[in-house]
């Protein structure tokens, strides 16, 4: 795996809401600039954040996360939302990176573990978070549209 040179993490800004729009998009989730801006500002708190990968002022990869209070347990949870990397930077370490960097994140605010959704229908992804020690025998996901 090759790193990408003069690639940093950073706080998403509303400068990068055509690139994570774009990035979205791409990835089978349509979604405008203009959509991308109001999730980041709903998305710039306390209990959740948006992280891009930064190669020399082009964003190639973006994370979401959630930290969720548990109810059971008087502690937290952060859930990773959304991960997405430029299809030419993967296999080069930026999700890895990424999602590193949210783990440090629960770690600093004392969440008990991290939580992810990758479906079947995204092999890669999966494969990413399970060499990272994510279990997938846990899945007991249920979901009931409106």
């Known amino acids: 795996m090759t790193e990408i040179p003069g ?3 950073r706080p998403a800004t509303p400068a990068d809401a055509d690139r994570i729009a774009a990035l979205f998009t791409d990835e089978g989730y349509p979604v405008t600039p203009s959509m991308v801006a109001a999730r980041l500002t ?3 708190s306390d209990e959740s954040g948006v992280i891009v990968a930064d190669a020399d002022g082009i964003v190639i ?3 979401a996360f ?3 209070p548990r109810f059971e347990h008087d502690d937290v949870a952060i859930r990773i939302l959304a991960l997405v990397v430029d299809p030419g930077a993967r296999a ?3 999700g890895r ?3 590193t960097e949210t783990q440090r994140i629960g770690a600093e605010r004392g969440a008990a573990f991290v939580e992810v959704t990758a479906g079947h229908h995204r092999p890669d992804a999966r494969r990413l978070y ?3 020690g994510y279990d997938a025998g846990l899945t007991a996901y ?3 549209r409106r």
Do not use: K, N
């Open 42 to 44: 709903r998305f710039s």
């Open 66 to 68: 959630h930290v969720i």
């Open 92 to 94: 080069r370490g930026v």
């Open 97 to 99: 990176r990424l999602v």
């Open 130 to 132: 399970e060499s990272m």
């Open 7 to 9: 690639t940093r993490l």
């Open 61 to 63: 990869g973006f994370i």
């Open 142 to 144: 249920l979901r009931r």
